[in-house]
Nanobody, 119 residues
Framework: QVQLVESGGGLVQPGGSLRLSCAAS????????MRWYRQAPGKQREWVAI??????TIYADSVKGRFTISRDNNNRVYLQMNSLKPEDTAVYYC??????????????WGQGTQVTVSS
């Protein structure tokens, strides 16, 4: 059983910063690409950023230069969000490709964490 759990969301004023965390737990053998997505009210879920296993990062144009995705050696992925705008308001989801101890590679989603940017 593999789980992804996000944390770090909240209410922040425009121009502020937040750091989201995503912790992977369970019977993990390897973690491959990890991604952040977001879904604003009434809109489709959209991809935000990816960090590949060897550290390559790619960002959506809407967050490039403001958000930074990173990972550590303890099965955690982070999303540092700076210069936040009201249009960044959304539920943020962690997504990852994870291989378990039975050598099965699957795609997993976290439950999401709410980010609200408002004055």
């Amino acid at each position: 059983q593999v789980q992804l759990v996000e944390s770090g969301g909240g209410l922040v004023q425009p121009g502020g910063s937040l750091r989201l965390s995503c912790a992977a737990s369970g019977t993990i053998l390897n973690i491959y690409d990890m991604r952040w997505y977001r879904q604003a009210p009434g809109k489709q879920r959209e991809w935000v950023a990816i960090i590949m296993r060897r550290g390559t990062t790619i960002y959506a144009d809407s967050v490039k230069g403001r958000f930074t995705i990173s990972r550590d050696n303890n099965n955690r992925v982070y999303l540092q969000m700076n210069s936040l705008k009201p249009e960044d308001t959304a539920v943020y989801y962690c997504n990852g490709e994870i291989e378990n101890l039975k050598n099965m590679r699957s795609n997993y989603w976290g439950q999401g964490t709410q980010v609200t940017v408002s004055s």
